[in-house]
C-alpha cells in the first residue's frame, strides 16, 4: 500500500483515537473501531474519519432506517427503476417514464429558513435530472406550529420565500403542496419537497462509474467551504443547548443550476455514448457522489487529485473539500477519450467542468492532495458496506392505555362552528403561499393549486400526470400503522378525485430519535402501514428519504411520513377538479360516514389537542370507494369530485361551493357532529341531473344524494339535528384570508 | 412568416413561446441564442420570460449586454415586431429600446396569477384582434413587474397612446395600472403578463392568441404594402 | 434626526450569486482589471433625536441582528451621521 | 489594488416596496422612532493597480453607468479607498 501521508494541521490519527474526536464528527465508539480493526486494519487520518463520518451517517448510509425500508412494497409491472437510484422511474407508455422523488430539509431549514429551502429544491432537482429527466412539477409539503409571534412568521413567510425564489428562477412550476400547522412542530418545522420529472426511456442514466480510466468530471459551482459535513448535521437532533450547532450556510444559486441542468440533459441526450454515468452532489458532497458512483460500478477503484476540484476558497483542506456541501454540482464519469466532447458541452453552457480523477484498478478509494495520498480506503467500506443497525422498537407510553371512546364534538351553532373551523390554519386556502410559486411557466398545468391533485398534461399525448402530497400526522400519532395507511390512502383520493389512476409513491419519513424504542415504533409501524396500503392501491414505492432525529428537548414531532403520489389521468377529458359546475347538479356523498372523530381537526379545535384511539380504517373499502369514483369520472358521469379529509364533509362541501360562486342546498339523515367526522374512504361529488340514473346504477348503495347544486350563492345543508346556513361568499372570505391575515 | 425567439442564460419561457406559436398560431419559428449576432430572415422577435443571469443586480440589467443586443436595436429600429414578456419587458427597457422600468412588485413578493387587463390601444401591431376596452385574461408571474416612470415619460406614454394594457386590479403597484406599453413608433411592445400561457383553453385561457394572431395579421399587411 | 448608515456584506465563506454575476458581467464587458466584485446591502435610517449615543448604539445593534443582517451569513457595520445628512 | 466602494440607492421620488417593508417590520417590532428607511446596494470592488485617478474616475463612472445603476430610478456615488481594506 502507498504510504499515507498525514495532514500536519489537523489532529493526528492517534489524537483522533485518544480524544475521541470522531464523536465529533458523529461516529460512535462502536464504528471508529469497525473503521480501525475491520475496514483500514490501522488508524484512520483526519481526512479519512470525515469521509466515514459522512458517507456513515443516517443521511448518506440509511444505517437506522434501512431494515425498515425493505419491508416497502416496491413492486410492480410499470415500474422501471424502484429505490436506490437518484429517483425512481415508471413506464407510463409511449417509451415515456415518469421520475419522482422527495427530500426533507428540515434542519437546514429550521437553522436558515430562507437558504434552507432554497438548496432543498435545488437538492431534489438535481436528483431528477441527473436521471435524464426534465423537472416539470414541484411539490412542497409543509409543517409549522401556529404561528404566534413576529418570529414564526417571519419564519414560515422565509420558508415560503426561498420555495418559490428557486423554483421560480429555474422555471419548474410549483404545482402543489400541503400545509399543516400543529405544535407539534414548534422547535422542528418540516420542509420537504418533491419534483417530478418527465423522459424517454431509452435515455436512463445510473449513477455509476465504471471502466478503468475513465474519467471522474466535476460539474458546476466552485467548492468552498459550505455545510462541512452537513450530512452528519442534519443527522443529529436538536436541542436548546446545542442551538449553536451551526456550519457555514449553503446559498442556493438557481441560475447556476439552470445552466447545469440544461447542460447535464445536453450531455445525456445528446452525448450518450461518451457518458458513463452522472450523479448530482448532495449530501456529503464529492465524498458521497464519487465512493456511491464507485461503488455501484463495482469492481473497480477511483483515484481523484483534489488540487483539480474547483475552489472558491483559499486554503482548503482534503477533508472541507471532500464535506463540502457547495450547491449545484454534479459528478460525471466520462468514457476515456471523450473528455474534451464533453467538457466542450458544458463551456457552451457556461458551466465550469473539469476532469479530477479516474476509475482505476483494484477497489481503493484514493485521494491525492498537494501531490500527497491523503485518503485509501476500500470504496465499498464507505458506501454499500457502511453499517446497518436494527434497532429496538418498543410501544410509546402515549399510545398505552388509550381511551377506546370517540371524542364527540359539541355544538350549539353549527354554522358558527363551520366558520371557525374554516379559519383553521390547516383547513383555510394556502392561496398566500401558492399565489408566491410559478404555477404555469412549461405550460403544461392544467389543474394548478387549489384544487385536490394538481394535473400536469403530457404535450402532445392525450394524458396527463395528477401529482399530490399527503400526510397527517395527528393520525400517526394515535396510531403509527393505521396512520400510515390513511396517508397513502388520502393521496390515492387526491389522485382518484382528479381523474387519475395511481402510478406510485415517493416519501419522505419525518420521525424522530430512531435509538429510542418508542420513536423507533413509530417509524417502523408507519412503514408497515404505508406498504400495506400501496400494496393495496397497486402503488409501489419508488423512491424516498428519511428525516430521523426530529425531536426537540426529547419530544419527537408527530411521526409524519409525507407521502407524495403520481397517477396517471388516460385522456384529458377526465380531469376533474373540486368545483361544483353548474347550478342543478345533484350532489352525493359517496362512502359511509361515522362518528370518527379522535385526531380530527374539530377535536383538536374543542380541545386544543388529539388524543384517544384513533378510528378504524378498512382499506378494501377504500379502494372499493375509490375505485367507483375511477368508473364514474371515465363513464364522464361527474361534474366534481372532492376527497373528504381534515374537517370532515361540511369542510368538503364548502369547498367545492367556492371556486365558482355557486351554493348548495342540502339534507341528509347525519347528525351536526357528523358532519365534521373524519372518516376516511369518501367523497363528495356532483352529477348532471341527466346522468343520475347511471350514476346510481354504478354506485348503489355506496352514495347517498345529498341535494342539489344552487346558483344563489347560498350554502344550505340540513342535518337530523340543525343546519348550516351561510352565503358562500362570507364563508369563501374566512377560508381564503385566515392565512394571509395569520402571517401578516 | 417567421419568429425569432431570443434564449437568455436563464430564460425559461422560451420553450412556451416556442409551442405556442408552433402548435397554436402554426408559424415558422426558431429559438436564438444570446450569442448570435443577427437577425436577418425574421419578421418578429419574441423576448421570453424567466430569469436573465437570475435577475441578479437587477432584471434584465445583465441580459442586455449579450452579442445579440446589437442586432435587436437594430431590427426594432427597422420598424418590425418585437415582443417583450415579463423578464422580456425587463430587458427592453434596460437596454432602452423602451421608457420606464420595472422594480419590485409593492408587496415585495412574487405574484403569480389569472389577472383581468383592458386593452387601452386596439389599434398596435399587438392588439389590433381586439377591440378597445375589451376586457382579456391573462396569467401573470413575476416579482419585478412594478411599472415606474417619471410624470413626463407617462404624459408621453398617454399623448402618444402607447399604453396597450392596463391591469382592471392593479397587482403589483405599476403606475397608471400599465401592464404593457410601446416605444414611441409602436413596434415595442413590453408586457408583463404572459400571452403565451394563454392559447388553450385546456390550460385556462386562450386570450393570448389575440397578440400573437395580431403580429401575424400586420406583417402579413405590411408585406402585402411593401409588395403591393 | 440623525442618519445611520448601515452596511450589510456576506461573510468570507458565503456564496453570493449575485456578485459573482455582476463580477463576470464586467468582465465580460471587457473591465478587466477588476479583480474582485462584494455585493451587500445598504441602509439609511433616520432616527428620531433624543437618544443617547449608548442607547442608539444598542437600539441599531439590535435593528441589525434582528433584522437588517442574517447573523448566519451576514456582517454589518455602521455610522451614525450627526445630522441629517442630504443625499 | 484600490478598493473602490460604490452606493446606489434609490432616487427620492421613488418608493421602494423593500424599504417600506422593512420599515414596516421594524414599527411593528417597536422602532418608533425610525422615521424613513433607505435601502440601497453596496459595492465593493477591488481594482487592480496602475490607473491614473483620472481613468479610474472614468473606468468607475462607466460601471456605474452601464451597469450597477439605473439612472431612470436611482442614484450613486463612490468612495475610492487607497489600499485594499480589509473586511
Ligand atoms: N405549500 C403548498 N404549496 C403549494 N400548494 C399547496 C401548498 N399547500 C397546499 N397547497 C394546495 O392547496 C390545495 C389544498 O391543499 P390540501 O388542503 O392539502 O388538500 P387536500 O386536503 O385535498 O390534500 C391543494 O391544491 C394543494 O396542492
Ligand atoms: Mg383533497
Not at chain 1, 360 to 388: C, F, I, M, N, W
Not at chain 2, 6 to 34: H, R, T, W
Not at chain 2, 48 to 74: E, M, N, T, W
Not at chain 3, 46 to 56: E, I, N, R, Y
Request: hydrophobic share 40%; proline share 4%; charged share 20%.
Amino acid at each position: 500500500m502507498d504510504k499515507v501521508i498525514e495532514q500536519t494541521t489537523e489532529a493526528t490519527p492517534e489524537q483522533i483515537r485518544d480524544q475521541k474526536l470522531y464523536q465529533a464528527m458523529g461516529l460512535t465508539d462502536h464504528e471508529y473501531r469497525l473503521i480501525k480493526d475491520d475496514v483500514l486494519h490501522r488508524l484512520p487520518n483526519y481526512t479519512e474519519v470525515g469521509l466515514f463520518s459522512g458517507m456513515w451517517s443516517e443521511h448518506c448510509s440509511y444505517k437506522n432506517s434501512k431494515p425498515v425500508l425493505k419491508k416497502f412494497f416496491t413492486k410492480g409491472k410499470h415500474v422501471v427503476k424502484g429505490p436506490g437510484e437518484g429517483a425512481g422511474i415508471i413506464d407510463i407508455g409511449d417509451n415515456q417514464g415518469v421520475v419522482f422523488k422527495a427530500e426533507s430539509h428540515n434542519h437546514p431549514s429550521a437553522v436558515e429558513p430562507f437558504q434552507g429551502a432554497t438548496t432543498g429544491v435545488g437538492g431534489i432537482l438535481r436528483d431528477i435530472f441527473s436521471m435524464g429527466a426534465r423537472p416539470i412539477a414541484s411539490l412542497d409539503s409543509l409543517r409549522f406550529s401556529e404561528p404566534q409571534t413576529d418570529q414564526d412568521k417571519y419564519f414560515i413567510s422565509q420558508i415560503v420565500a426561498g420555495i418559490s425564489a428557486y423554483g421560480n428562477c429555474i422555471g419548474v412550476p410549483t404545482v402543489g403542496g400541503d400545509t399543516a400547522f400543529d405544535d407539534a412542530y414548534e422547535h422542528n418545522p418540516l420542509v420537504n419537497v418533491m419534483c417530478v420529472g418527465l423522459m424517454d426511456l431509452d435515455k436512463i442514466e445510473v449513477g455509476a462509474a465504471a471502466g478503468v480510466g475513465n474519467s471522474i468530471v466535476y460539474v458546476g459551482h466552485k467548492t468552498g467551504r459550505d455545510g462541512i459535513n452537513g450530512a452528519s448535521f442534519a443527522s443529529f437532533q436538536f436541542d436548546s443547548e446545542h442551538e449553536s450547532q451551526r456550519s457555514a450556510v449553503q446559498v442556493g444559486d438557481p441560475f447556476e443550476e439552470k445552466l447545469v441542468m440544461e447542460a447535464c440533459l445536453d450531455v445525456i441526450n445528446n452525448h450518450a455514448k461518451a457518458l458513463v454515468g452522472i450523479q448530482d452532489m448532495g449530501a456529503a458532497g464529492l465524498v458521497s457522489s464519487s465512493a456511491e458512483m464507485g461503488s455501484k460500478a463495482g469492481g473497480n477503484g477511483m483515484v481523484l487529485d483534489l488540487d483539480l476540484v474547483p475552489q472558491r476558497e483559499t486554503g482548503m483542506s482534503a477533508f472541507e473539500l471532500m464535506l463540502s456541501e457547495s450547491q449545484e454540482r454534479m459528478l460525471l464519469c466520462v468514457k476515456a477519450g471523450h473528455e474534451a466532447e464533453v467538457l466542450n458541452v458544458f463551456a457552451d453552457h457556461g458551466v465550469d467542468a473539469v476532469v479530477i480523477g479516474h476509475v482505476t484498478e483494484g477497489h481503493q478509494y484514493q485521494l491525492r492532495h498537494h501531490g500527497k495520498l491523503v485518503a485509501d480506503v476500500p470504496v465499498d467500506s464507505l458506501a454499500s458496506q457502511a453499517p446497518v443497525y436494527h434497532r429496538e422498537s418498543a410501544v410509546p407510553e402515549h399510545l398505552k392505555n388509550v381511551d377506546q371512546r370517540q371524542f364527540s364534538p359539541q355544538i350549539t351553532n353549527p354554522t358558527e362552528t363551520l366558520k371557525r373551523l374554516l379559519a383553521q390554519l390547516t383547513i383555510a386556502s394556502k392561496e398566500s403561499i401558492y399565489e408566491t410559486y410559478d404555477t404555469q411557466v412549461q405550460t403544461n398545468t392544467v389543474v394548478a393549486p387549489g384544487s385536490d391533485a394538481a394535473v400536469v398534461r403530457v404535450r402532445h399525448y392525450d394524458k396527463a400526470l395528477a401529482i399530490t402530497t399527503d400526510v397527517n400526522g395527528r393520525y400517526l400519532y394515535l396510531n403509527p400503522r393505521i396512520g400510515g395507511q390513511m396517508a397513502v390512502a388520502e393521496a390515492a383520493r387526491n389522485i382518484v378525485a382528479s381523474g387519475g389512476v395511481p402510478l406510485g409513491i415517493t416519501d419522505c419519513l419525518n420521525f424522530g430519535n430512531p435509538e429510542k424504542p418508542d420513536q423507533f415504533y413509530e417509524l417502523d409501524q408507519a412503514v408497515i402501514g404505508m406498504s400495506e396500503a400501496c400494496e393495496k392501491f397497486e402503488a409501489p414505492v419508488i423512491s424516498g428519504n428519511v428525516s430521523l432525529n426530529n425531536e426537540y428537548d426529547n419530544v419527537p414531532i408527530y411521526p409524519t411520513p409525507m407521502v407524495g403520489m403520481v397517477g396517471l389521468i388516460k385522456g384529458l377529458k377526465h380531469v376533474t377538479t373540486q368545483d361544483f359546475k353548474q347550478a342543478g347538479d345533484l350532489v352525493y356523498i359517496l362512502g359511509q360516514t361515522h362518528d370518527d372523530f379522535n385526531g380530527s381537526q374539530i377535536q383538536k379545535m374543542q380541545t386544543g389537542k388529539i388524543s384517544g384511539k384513533l378510528f378504524d380504517f378498512d382499506l378494501d373499502y377504500e379502494v372499493h370507494i375509490q375505485q367507483l369514483t375511477t368508473q364514474a369520472i371515465q363513464k364522464e358521469l361527474l361534474n366534481s369530485a372532492h376527497d373528504i379529509s381534515e374537517g370532515g364533509l361540511i369542510a368538503s362541501i364548502a369547498e367545492s361551493t367556492f371556486g365558482n360562486q355557486l351554493g348548495v342546498d342540502l339534507s341528509s339523515d347525519l347528525t351536526v357532529n357528523q358532519f365534521f367526522s373524519e372518516t376516511q374512504s369518501r367523497f363528495v361529488v356532483s352529477v348532471p341531473k341527466q346522468k343520475q340514473a347511471e350514476f346510481e346504477a354504478l354506485v348503489g348503495e355506496n352514495a347517498t344524494r345529498l341535494g342539489k347544486v344552487v346558483d344563489d350563492n347560498h350554502l344550505f345543508v340540513q342535518a337530523t339535528d340543525g343546519y348550516f346556513d351561510i352565503d358562500v361568499d362570507a364563508a369563501r372570505d374566512i377560508w381564503k384570508g385566515a392565512l394571509a391575515c395569520r402571517l401578516k | 412568416m417567421k419568429f425569432a425567439i431570443l434564449a437568455f442564460p436563464g430564460s425559461n419561457c422560451e420553450m412556451d413561446l416556442y409551442y405556442a406559436i408552433q402548435d397554436i398560431i402554426k408559424e415558422d419559428v426558431e429559438l436564438v441564442s444570446y450569442k448570435e449576432s443577427s437577425l436577418t430572415g425574421f419578421d418578429a422577435v419574441l423576448i421570453p420570460g424567466g430569469f436573465s443571469y437570475g435577475d441578479y443586480l437587477r432584471s434584465g440589467a445583465i441580459a442586455r449586454f449579450s452579442p445579440i443586443v446589437p442586432a435587436l436595436q437594430k431590427f426594432a429600429k427597422s420598424g418590425k415586431p418585437v415582443l417583450g414578456i415579463c423578464n422580456g419587458f425587463q430587458i427592453l427597457t434596460e437596454a432602452g429600446l423602451l421608457p420606464g422600468s420595472l422594480q419590485k412588485n409593492v408587496s415585495a413578493k412574487f405574484i403569480c396569477k389569472t389577472e383581468p387587463l383592458v386593452v387601452n390601444n386596439a389599434d398596435s401591431v399587438f392588439s389590433s384582434q381586439f377591440n378597445a376596452g375589451q376586457v382579456i385574461h391573462l396569467p401573470i408571474a413575476h416579482g419585478d413587474g412594478n411599472y415606474y416612470c417619471d410624470q413626463e415619460t407617462l404624459r408621453d406614454l398617454v399623448a402618444n397612446n402607447q399604453i396597450v394594457f392596463r391591469y382592471q386590479n392593479n397587482p403589483n403597484g405599476s403606475v397608471a395600472n400599465i401592464a404593457g406599453i410601446t416605444n414611441r413608433a409602436g413596434n415595442v411592445l413590453g408586457m408583463m403578463p404572459h400571452p403565451e400561457r394563454a392559447v388553450e383553453t385546456v390550460l385556462g385561457s386562450s386570450d393570448g392568441i389575440g397578440i400573437f394572431q395580431s403580429i401575424v395579421n400586420n406583417v402579413a399587411n405590411r408585406e402585402v404594402v411593401a409588395h403591393g | 434626526m440623525t442618519l445611520v448608515k448601515v452596511y450589510v456584506t456576506y461573510k468570507r465563506s458565503i456564496l453570493n450569486p449575485e456578485a459573482q454575476a455582476v463580477h463576470s458581467a464586467l468582465t465580460r464587458l471587457g473591465y478587466n482589471d477588476i479583480n474582485d466584485v462584494k455585493l451587500g446591502k445598504y441602509f439609511e435610517l433616520t432616527v428620531a433625536d433624543g437618544k443617547s449615543k449608548a442607547d442608539l448604539d444598542q437600539e441599531i445593534n439590535e435593528i441589525c441582528d434582528k433584522l437588517l443582517a442574517n447573523y448566519n451569513m451576514e456582517n454589518y457595520h455602521y455610522e451614525i451621521a450627526e445630522t441629517e445628512a442630504a443625499q
